[in-house]
C-alpha cells in the first residue's frame, strides 16, 4: 500500500500467538534509527488471542513498553497489525474508476469471495498498479469487525492509542526490503508460531499472498517428542544442532518432511505469480523471517528445494544505531514485523 504520513510519533506493536513484540524508531531526516525494543512471552499461548486472559493480556502490552530496551518507549500512539490467518487479502482487477466509484465498487467486487459478511467486515484497499489497458490492480483487505474492535479495546485498555492497524506483509516488506530489492521480485517467507505467510512482491507491491497453517511452533513439538525432551529444551534445537553432529542428523531427519509441506506451497506460490506477471515471471530472491526461520537446516532446505536465493531476514537493514548490533539473530527475526510497523511515517 502507498505510504502515508502520521503526525504523531508511533511504535510497531506486534500481537502474536506466544508473543508480543515491540519497536519504536526515531528518525533523523530520511535515516532511521531503532531506539527501543522488547520481547515479552503471551500468558496462555495455547489459546487463540481473543480467548485470552484479557487482564493479563492488557498487561503484558503495558510490560513491553515498560521493558523495552535500552530504554523504555516513550510514546502512546500505536501501529499494529492484525494476524494473517484472520484476514482476507485478494488482488482485484477493475476498469477505470473515480475514487468516489471505487468505495462502492471494491467492497462489492470483494464480498464476491470473501468468507465474511460485508457487515461484519472492515475493508480497507489500495490501487498497486494502473495497466498498460488501463485497468486497476486493487490490494483489498477485509478483517472482521469483532477482531479489529478487539486491537483497538486491548490496546485502549493498557493506556495506549491505535493508530494504525495492517497486515504484517506490508509491515515486513517495510523493514526488509531496501531500494534495490524494491525494484525486484522478492518473496518474503514469514515463519510465525502457528502460521506461515508467503508473500511476493514486485517493485515494492504485494502480487500474491497465501497462508500456511503451520509454524515454527510444530517443529518445537516434533523436536520434542523426537529427542524426548520438554518444549522449552526444544527452543535451543539450534544450539544443540551446532553442539552434536548425532543430535543435529536426528533433528533434521523429524524436520525434512515437515519442511516438504511449505516447500510445495511455496512451489504453489511462485507458479501462480508466474501466471500474473509474465513481463517478470521469476523470482529474484527469498527472504525468510519471523521466530520459526532460524530453525536447523531450514534455510539451506528451501534453497535446495526451490532453487532460488534464499537469505535469513536482515531487519536492521534499513536501519541505524547501537542498538541494531546488541540484538541477536534470534530476537531480531522475530521483531521484524515491529520494526516494520514502526517505520510507518
Do not use: W
Amino acid at each position: 500500500m502507498p505510504e502515508q504520513t502520521l503526525s504523531k510519533p508511533i511504535f510497531g506493536l506486534d500481537i502474536g500467538s506466544y508473543s508480543i513484540k515491540a519497536a519504536e524508531v526515531k528518525f533523523h531526516g530520511n535515516e532511521a534509527e531503532l531506539v527501543a525494543a522488547s520481547i515479552v512471552d503471551l500468558p496462555e499461548p495455547e489459546k487463540s488471542l481473543t480467548k485470552k486472559n484479557r487482564q493479563a493480556l492488557v498487561g503484558s502490552i503495558k510490560k513491553a513498553v515498560e521493558l523495552s530496551k535500552p530504554h523504555r518507549i516513550d510514546t502512546v500512539y500505536v501501529a499494529s497489525a492484525l494476524p494473517e490467518s484472520k484476514v482476507y487479502t485478494d488482488i482485484i482487477t477493475l476498469p477505470h474508476l473515480e475514487a468516489e466509484e471505487l468505495k462502492t465498487a471494491v467492497p462489492f467486487e470483494a464480498a464476491k469471495h470473501m468468507p465474511l459478511a460485508p457487515k461484519e467486515t472492515y475493508i480497507d484497499f489500495s490501487i498497486i498498479e494502473i495497466t498498460k489497458n488501463k485497468k486497476l490492480e486493487i490490494l483489498v483487505v477485509g478483517a472482521s469487525r469483532e477482531l479489529v474492535d478487539f486491537y483497538r479495546s486491548i490496546i485502549g485498555a493498557a493506556g495506549l492509542e491505535l493508530i494504525h492497524l495492517e497486515i504484517k506483509p506490508i509491515a515486513a516488506a517495510r523493514a526488509l526490503l531496501n531500494e534495490e530489492m524494491k525494484r525486484q521480485a522478492i518473496l518474503i517467507l514469514d515463519v510465525g508460531a502457528n502460521n506461515s505467510s508467503i508473500t511476493i512482491f514486485l517493485e515494492g507491491n504485494i502480487v500474491v499472498a497465501t497462508t500456511v497453517f503451520s509454524g515454527g511452533e510444530s517443529y518445537v513439538q516434533a523436536v520434542a517428542k523426537e529427542l524426548k525432551i520438554d518444549r522449552n529444551k526444544a527452543l535451543s534445537m539450534t544450539d544443540m544442532a551446532a553442539k552434536s553432529e548425532d543430535v543435529k542428523n536426528k533433528i533434521l531427519r523429524v524436520l525434512f518432511p515437515l519442511f516438504d509441506d511449505l516447500v510445495a506451497k511455496i512451489q504453489k506460490a511462485i507458479a501462480f505469480y508466474a501466471t500474473k506477471k509474465p513481463r517478470k515471471p521469476t523470482i529474484d530472491k527469498i527472504i525468510m523471517t519471523g521466530g520459526g526461520s532460524i530453525t536447523p537446516g531450514f534455510q539451506e532446505y528451501i534453497k535446495q528445494n526451490v532453487g532460488i536465493e534464499t537469505t535469513i531476514a536482515n531487519p536492521f537493514i534499513n536501519l541505524r544505531g547501537e542498538v541494531v548490533q546488541k540484538i541477536p539473530q534470534a530476537e531480531a527475526c522475530s521483531i521484524v514485523t515491529a520494526i516494520g510497523l514502526a517505520l510507518k511515517r
